[in-house]
C-alpha cells in the first residue's frame, strides 16, 4: 500500500503556460442534479471551475438553472432531460462527471448507459453518487467502455454495486471485483476514513493519509467529484491527477480543520485556486506536509 504525501500535488499542479488559453485546460460536461438535488450540481461544478477546468458546462434539471447561475456564473447549463445536445456535447469535452444528485430512474439509466457506450479512449468518465446506484441497480456494462474510468463510490454505494458489505470490503475482495466488471483503464476511489485507491491495471494501491470528521457532511463527495474532473481536464497524467485530486481534498480540508469544527463543501472551494497556487509556485520547497 503506498501513502500519499505532498510529493504528488508538487508533481502534478504545474505553473501555466503563458501562451495558453481556456481550452488550454479542458472541457467538462458535468451530469448532475435533478429537481431536488441542485445543490450537488452546483457543488460538484464550483469544484471543477475552481480547481482550474477552462470550460465547465453543466446538465441539470431545469430546476436548477436560475440557482446554478446565480453561484457559479462561470458554468453553462443545458437540459439534463433532453438527451440530443447532451450527447452531442459529449463528443467535444475531455471528461465527463455524472451522478452527483440524479435520481434514479430508467431515464438516467439510459443515459448513462448511452454516455458508456459513447466515451472514446481520449475522454475521462467519473461516475460518482446516483449514478454508481444506477450501474448496479440496472446492470449496466462497464467492461466494453473506452474511456478512463474513475469509480468514485462511499462503502454503501460500493456495497450496492460490488455486493460486498463493509467488513467484506478488504483490498483483496475490492481488487478482484474491479478487475471483474470494469475495463483495465479504470481507477476506483473507495471513499472513506481513509480512501483507498486502486486502478485495475496495477497491482499497487494507494491510500490517502488525510482527512478529518470534519469533512463529514453532506456534498463533500459531489466536490471530490468536481475536483478530479477539474485536474484530469487540465494535467495530461489522469492518473496522477486522481491520486492529486484526492489529496488536495483532504489536505485543504485537514487545514480547514484546525480553526473549524465542520468543514463545508464550499468552504473548501474558496481556496483551491490558492492552494493549488502554492504547490505551482513552491517545488521542492516550504510546501510539504
Ligand atoms: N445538497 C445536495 O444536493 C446533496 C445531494 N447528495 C446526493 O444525494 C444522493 C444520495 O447520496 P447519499 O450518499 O446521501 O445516499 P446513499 O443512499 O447512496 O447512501 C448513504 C447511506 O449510507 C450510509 N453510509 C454508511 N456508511 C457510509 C459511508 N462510509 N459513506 C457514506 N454513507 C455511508 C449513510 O448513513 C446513508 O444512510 C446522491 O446522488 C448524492 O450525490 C448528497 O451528496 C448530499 C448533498
Ligand atoms: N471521518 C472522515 N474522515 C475522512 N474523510 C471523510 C470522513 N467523512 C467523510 N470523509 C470524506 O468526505 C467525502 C464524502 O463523500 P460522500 O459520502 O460521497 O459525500 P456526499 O455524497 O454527501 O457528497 C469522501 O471523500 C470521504 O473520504
Ligand atoms: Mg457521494
Not at 53 to 80: I, K, Q, W, Y
Not at 109 to 125: F, G, N, R, W, Y
Not at 192 to 216: Q, V
Not at 248 to 254: Q, V
Request: charge should be negative; hydrophobic fraction near 45%.
Amino acid at each position: 500500500m503506498k501513502k500519499l504525501t505532498t510529493k504528488i500535488l508538487n508533481d502534478v499542479i504545474q505553473p501555466r503556460p503563458h501562451n495558453s488559453y481556456k481550452g488550454t485546460f479542458g472541457k467538462v460536461l458535468l451530469i448532475a442534479g435533478s429537481a431536488n438535488f441542485g445543490g450537488a450540481a452546483i457543488m460538484a461544478a464550483t469544484a471543477a471551475v475552481y480547481t482550474g477546468a477552462g470550460l465547465v458546462s453543466v446538465a441539470t434539471s431545469v430546476d436548477n438553472f436560475a440557482s446554478l447561475h446565480a453561484r457559479l456564473p462561470e458554468a453553462m447549463v443545458l437540459d439534463l432531460n433532453n438527451f440530443k445536445p447532451l450527447l452531442e456535447l459529449l463528443t467535444s469535452v475531455n471528461v465527463i462527471a455524472i451522478g452527483p444528485g440524479l435520481e434514479v430512474t430508467t431515464n438516467n439509466a439510459q443515459l448513462l448507459t448511452a454516455i458508456i457506450e459513447k466515451v472514446s479512449q481520449q475522454q475521462c468518465l467519473i461516475i460518482d453518487a446516483s449514478a454508481i446506484t444506477l450501474l448496479a441497480q440496472y446492470q449496466i456494462d462497464l467492461q466494453h467502455c473506452q474511456a478512463q474510468v474513475i469509480l468514485t463510490p462511499h462503502q454503501i454505494e460500493w456495497q450496492r454495486l460490488s455486493g460486498l458489505t463493509p467488513q467484506q470490503q478488504t483490498t483483496t475482495n475490492n481488487y478482484q471485483y474491479l478487475q471483474q466488471i470494469a475495463a483495465p483503464q479504470t481507477a476506483l476511489i473507495l471513499k472513506g476514513a481513509p480512501s483507498h485507491i486502486y486502478f485495475n491495471n496495477e497491482a499497487e494501491i494507494y491510500e490517502n493519509t488525510l482527512g478529518t470528521p470534519a469533512m463529514a457532511t453532506g456534498g463533500m463527495g459531489d466536490t471530490l467529484t468536481g475536483m478530479i474532473a477539474g485536474f484530469a481536464a487540465q494535467f495530461s497524467n489522469w492518473h496522477d491527477a486522481v491520486l492529486a485530486a484526492v489529496f488536495l481534498h483532504s489536505y485543504g480540508a485537514e487545514l480547514l480543520a484546525k480553526d473549524n469544527y465542520v468543514v463545508l463543501p464550499t468552504m473548501i472551494d474558496q481556496y483551491l485556486p490558492q492552494w493549488m497556487n502554492q504547490f505551482a509556485h513552491a517545488k521542492d520547497s516550504s510546501v510539504n506536509h
